[in-house]
């Protein structure tokens, strides 16, 4: 009972948390007992090698794990203090609360304008004063209005990579979310693009609580202000970023992020 | 051994080279003292070159580590040591030096009365012997051995808290000697500063290896951000 009334403070006192989550691919545990809590308005960096669980721990917080047969999953998740795996949730409504970019810039094979007022038009938004007000602030808030303002009815193909991954990030937040995921966003892009985009993760947080997966751990020290360690579906040490990369406790964390094994 | 494994080894080992050459500075000094070897002196100020060319090097090469490796945790304690334990070894080459800069300025041998009454060979001994120790605790990253160093610190404070008092009282009896007491006084200063040298090597030994940082009297987990 105790135990109980602990848990639910926690997941209350955080935007996300997981409680003793543990996932399945069929027979195979990808996910062993992990809990943990994400604050408000924060950057999470999850790090760790290949394999490990990270993307698949992401994918619990907006339920994409949901469309991969034979997943099981124990445990809790929240949003808000609310469980995000009880029956009545909409996952629909859910994941317009939850954004989420994607390693490969996806722009749909359609306008920049089109792409930032997606989600909105499949919602029914019609008011061209709202929709023209959304493109501005979601395409100033991705760092990309100056460079596309001129252009909006081009085809977002015509893009550079970089600018298609920033026009990624302003369609996910032109739903207003309060949760953006991220998986490895930079890691297809070139240093300069890279650098646009982690400088528009840092001014995001002011808006929306930020969770990124990335191999590149001088990223998740630059940006982040706490990071996980998963190793082998365990989360091994999670602590402020600046206290993993100087002083991790554990050694797993160390050997990982000195590069002795991994 | 990864590449940055190989890097931080060659580090450790031309630190290591370092610490060598200044105890051996600070032996020839000693012993150009005791043997009044003017000769053994010169040849200490030559090899101080040496020390600072060995100094710039360090430093270079941790500049480098940080620029192409980027090290973490403890290998970014690491080097952050280096750069300063570097720091303090080219000082006590300095402290070499300028002891036998003050041993060329003389005519004639320490006096031995003056050397016995303000514990001048004994505070050598211990100097020396502190340097030692921090080398011997880098070695073996033997936290325990660096922690020793702080109460030997304190013995050459002991002794150059004395040095007025009994120069004092020397000068009484030999005032004809004046010149050979104050650079005495000179020597026991620059003495105590190997005392303290040593003190901040062996903090940076237990920062790197634990993570504490033991400087102005702290002793909390240093977060760099």
């Known amino acids: 009972m105790v135990q109980k009334s602990q848990d639910i403070a ?36 999850f790090i760790g090698p290949s394999g490990c669980g990270k993307s698949t721990f992401l994918r ?8 991969i047969p034979n997943v099981r999953i124990d445990g809790q998740v929240t949003l808000d203090g609310k469980d995000i795996y009880r029956k009545k949730l909409d996952v629909y409504e859910h994941r317009k609360n939850i954004g989420m970019v994607f390693q490969k810039p996806n722009p749909f094979p359609k306008s920049i304008y089109d792409n930032v007022v997606f989600g909105l038009d499949i919602n029914g938004e019609r008011s061209r004063s709202v929709l023209d007000q959304t493109v501005e602030d979601a395409l100033t808030k991705a760092a990309l209005w100056d460079e596309v303002k001129d252009n909006l009815h081009k085809s977002a193909l015509a893009l550079s990579g970089g600018q298609q991954q920033r026009l990624c990030i302003a369609r996910a937040i032109a739903v207003k979310p309060s949760v953006l995921l991220m998986d490895e966003p ?9 650098a646009k985009i982690e400088e528009l993760i840092i001014s995001l947080k002011d808006s929306f609580t930020i969770v990124i997966v990335t191999h590149n751990m001088q990223q998740a020290a630059r940006i982040s202000d706490k990071t996980a360690f998963f190793y082998l579906g365990e989360l091994i040490e999670y602590t402020d970023t600046g206290t993993l990369f100087t002083n991790p406790q554990r050694e797993a964390t160390e050997n990982y992020i000195t590069g002795r094994y991994g | 051994m990864t590449h940055l494994e190989s890097e931080l080894k060659k580090l450790r080992e031309d630190t290591e080279a370092m610490w ?28 101080e070159k040496r020390v600072n060319s060995m100094e710039l090097a360090l430093d270079r090469n941790c500049e480098h580590l940080f620029a192409l490796h980027t ?5 970014l304690r690491f080097v952050l040591a280096i750069l300063k334990i570097n720091n303090n070894l080219e000082r006590l080459g300095d402290i070499a030096e300028g002891i036998c800069k003050y041993l060329l300025s003389e005519d004639q041998a ?21 340097v030692e120790d921090t080398l011997t605790a ?15 610190d304190e013995e050459l404070d002991v002794i150059n808290n004395l040095a007025n008092q009994r120069l004092t009282e020397y000068i009484g009896q030999r005032p004809d000697n004046i010149g050979q007491a104050l650079n005495t006084l000179s020597m026991i200063r620059r003495l105590e500063r190997v005392g303290d040298q040593s003190k ?26």
């Open chain 1, 10 to 45: 926690v997941a209350t006192a955080n935007k996300l948390s997981a409680n003793r989550l543990s996932l399945y691919y069929g027979e195979k545990q990808a996910l062993r007992d992990i809990t943990m809590g994400i604050q408000a308005n924060t950057i999470t960096a």
């Open chain 1, 60 to 67: 619990c917080f907006n339920r994409m794990n949901d469309l």
């Open chain 1, 186 to 194: 930079a890691s297809a892009l070139d240093p300069i693009s890279t």
């Open chain 2, 20 to 47: 060598h050459l200044v105890i051996s500075q600070l032996e020839k000094t000693h012993t150009a003292l005791t043997d009044f070897d003017k000769g053994l002196c010169r040849e200490v100020i030559a090899t």
């Open chain 2, 71 to 75: 090290p973490v945790a403890i290998d």
């Open chain 2, 110 to 130: 320490y006096d031995k009365q003056l050397v016995t009454a303000t514990q001048l060979d004994e505070m050598f001994v211990k100097a020396l012997a502190i």
């Open chain 2, 138 to 152: 880098f070695q073996g990253e033997d936290t325990k051995l660096a922690r020793t160093i702080f109460q030997k």
């Open chain 2, 200 to 225: 901040n090597m062996a903090e940076e030994i237990i920062f790197y290896l634990e993570a504490k940082v033991l400087r102005h009297g702290g002793n909390k987990k240093k977060k760099l951000h």
